[in-house]
């Protein structure tokens, strides 16, 4: 190259952020941008975001709504380099309280809408044989809490999902990573659902169900806020061998990660029983 010629310019590696009109999704949307990347934030309706983030509609419950979306974006750029799997909701309420109706509406959008992604982008991907696809998960999806049944159920099967994928994709060159945060201070306990059945008094778990959710009111109010995991996202984006899995949130939380693993089942549990005051 002569001295008289332009550099060659970067390309920056273009991510896709699902849920990214509140909480996580927004956090780690908007930090990408000033670390080089070309962020596309994905939501129901647009638009919303700023700092140097790209909006596109989006609703993962819908098929037709995640290809129209995928296909628009592969359009206009040619290649999906990131995609972050993070749009969902929290159900709380017993599980003998949960209609199967609140049920599959859980599973739906944080199980099947992370799918619907995934599918999406794949082939691309493949083509590509480069890319990176990052679930978020919870502390939920690695210990089955009371009456956040559902939502563990959802966490748990996207967890089982990720690892098949990890190892199916691995020969294109493709990377499966969860991330597994506890409370942090966002939209998802403001926004949490309840069970019909478990509103009001009627139901037989309504004194531990009340109980719980206030034990649990009292630790989200301490809770700090997701830059952490914005954080973390950039160092995976950046790691050429990311791990499987990366717990982030209070050491008080993470810690039941090791001691389910370690602990005795009995002694697990019953330590568990006194965290939680059941």
């Not at 927004?26 to 990408?32: D, G, M, Q």
């Not at 995609?83 to 109706?101: K, P, Q, R, Y």
């Not at 990573?177 to 008094?201: C, N, Y």
Request: a positive charge; hydrophobic letters at 40%.
């Amino acid at each position: 190259m002569s001295n008289d010629e332009p550099p060659a310019r970067e390309i920056r590696r273009v991510v896709l952020v699902t849920g990214a009109s509140s909480g996580i999704g927004k956090v780690c949307a908007e930090h990408l941008p000033g670390k080089g990347y070309r962020v596309f934030g994905a939501q129901r309706s647009s638009p919303g975001l700023h700092s140097g983030v790209e909006t596109i509609t989006m609703d993962v419950d819908d098929d037709q709504s995640v290809k129209t979306a995928v296909d628009a974006l592969l359009a206009k750029v040619g290649r999906i380099d990131v995609v972050i799997n993070n749009a969902g909701f929290a159900l709380m309420g017993s599980i003998e309280d949960t209609s199967i109706e609140e049920a599959r509406r859980q599973m739906e959008t944080n199980f099947f809408g992370a799918l619907r992604v995934i599918r999406a982008v794949l082939p691309a991907m493949r083509e590509q044989r480069d890319g990176l696809i990052i679930n978020i998960s919870s502390l939920a999806g690695v210990l089955g809490l009371p009456f956040s049944g559902l939502y563990s159920a959802s966490k748990f099967a996207l967890e089982g999902l990720s690892e098949t994928l990890r190892l199916e994709t691995r020969q294109f060159g493709i990377k499966v990573v969860l991330i597994e945060p506890g409370d942090f201070s966002t939209q998802l306990p403001a926004k949490r659902q309840t069970a019909k059945e478990s509103q009001g008094t009627a139901s037989a778990y309504a004194a531990a169900f009340t109980k719980f959710k206030a034990n649990q009111d009292k630790d989200e109010a301490k809770a700090p806020t997701p830059e952490p995991i914005a954080r973390l996202v950039e160092k995976i984006l950046k790691s050429p061998s990311p791990r499987q899995r990366y717990a982030v949130g209070m050491l008080g939380q993470r810690i039941v990660v090791p001691m389910k693993k370690i602990l005795p089942q009995r002694l697990f549990e019953w330590a568990l029983i006194q965290a939680l005051s059941l």
